[in-house]
């Protein structure tokens, strides 16, 4: 994974030794678990402009998940 910031996350568990528990959005399928030193304080931006959203979750036809692509 590269090295994102996609907002700020809630810590829903202190587990000890540096890790932290965090609550993530539903549709993403990864382990919600994390080192401390992965972690950033938040800072509010400054600029509207640097705010990015995130990507609509995908359609499921015919039990496969399909995106909607723009063309440029």
Request: proline fraction near 6%.
């Amino acid at each position: 994974m590269d090295q994102k910031r996609y907002k700020p996350f809630r810590i829903s568990k202190d587990i000890g030794l540096g890790m932290f528990q965090l609550k993530l959005l539903e549709e993403w399928i990864i382990h919600n678990m994390f080192n401390k030193n992965l972690l950033t304080k938040y800072k509010e931006l400054q600029l509207k402009r640097q705010h990015m959203e995130l990507a609509p979750p995908p359609t499921t036809i015919n039990e496969e998940e399909e995106y909607k692509v723009k063309e440029v």
